[in-house]
């Protein structure tokens, strides 16, 4: 294990040399709050021991823009930010460059629920994918990746900003949030710290998995 996230980091060493040789000046990574120090963290290691004069340092939107957004002014120079962190798509591989190197070696395609403690019958009464799709509406991004998928396994889907999402389910409005079982648990601590009453928990006896992950982008131009 410690051999492959060896190569995953030598890997972005790699590639982040070859930028620094052609433009060496500054790396501003997206984020969007202190949750995000681990890949500020991984990239800021792969600069420091890449040749190059170079510095590093971090630009946070808010948590409200859509990721669609921030990918855009990415691509057409707009934006004060020149590395993001984001879930692949084939769109996004297409128009941005890719590093090719999964952040979290996958683990973000295991999917685990936050829901309301009332419901942890309901969906320990779960057998099937079908059960899921025909019995429950879920929560997803406006602009995340993991909609398309979702949508493609038959879910039906609320839509919103990832704060939004939390206070939509916290009222009902869906019966589940499915996140990454790497993030899922600081997001709903965060919430549960503006929200104390909340009943909202990780539901215990399912989960999704399918191939997703985070990868580090650039805009084309950065060659």
């Known amino acids: 294990m410690k051999r492959l996230f060896l190569l995953y980091y030598l890997g972005l060493i790699t590639f982040f040399a070859s930028l620094c040789a052609a433009h060496a000046e500054e790396f501003i990574l997206s984020i969007d709050s202190e949750d995000d120090s681990y890949f500020a963290t991984l990239l ?4 420091e021991a890449a040749d190059g004069e170079h510095t590093f340092r971090t630009y946070g939107y808010q948590r409200t823009i859509p990721q669609s957004r921030i990918l855009r002014l990415l691509l057409t120079g707009d934006s004060p930010i ?8 084939v769109q996004r591989e297409n128009l941005l460059r890719q590093i090719d190197i999964p952040l979290l070696r996958g683990l973000l395609g295991y999917r685990l629920f936050a829901i309301h403690k009332q419901d942890e019958a309901l969906f320990a009464s779960m057998g099937s994918l079908e059960d899921l799709t025909n019995k429950i509406h ?10 398309f998928i979702l949508k493609a396994a038959g879910f039906q889907i609320e839509m919103g900003t990832v704060d939004n999402l939390w ?15 790497s993030e899922i648990y600081d997001e709903l601590a965060s919430f549960k710290q503006s ?4 009943t909202l928990m990780v539901e215990k006896s399912i ?4 191939h997703f992950d985070h990868f580090f982008y650039v805009a084309p131009s950065d060659s």
């Open 44 to 47: 800021e290691a792969a600069l």
């Open 82 to 89: 020149n590395v993001v962190f984001t879930g692949h798509s």
């Open 138 to 147: 879920v929560g997803s991004g406006t602009s995340w990746p993991d909609t």
């Open 167 to 181: 206070r939509m389910l916290e009222r009902n409005r869906f019966k589940a949030l499915p996140m990454g079982m």
């Open 195 to 198: 929200t104390p009453a909340s």
């Open 207 to 210: 989960m999704l998995q399918y």
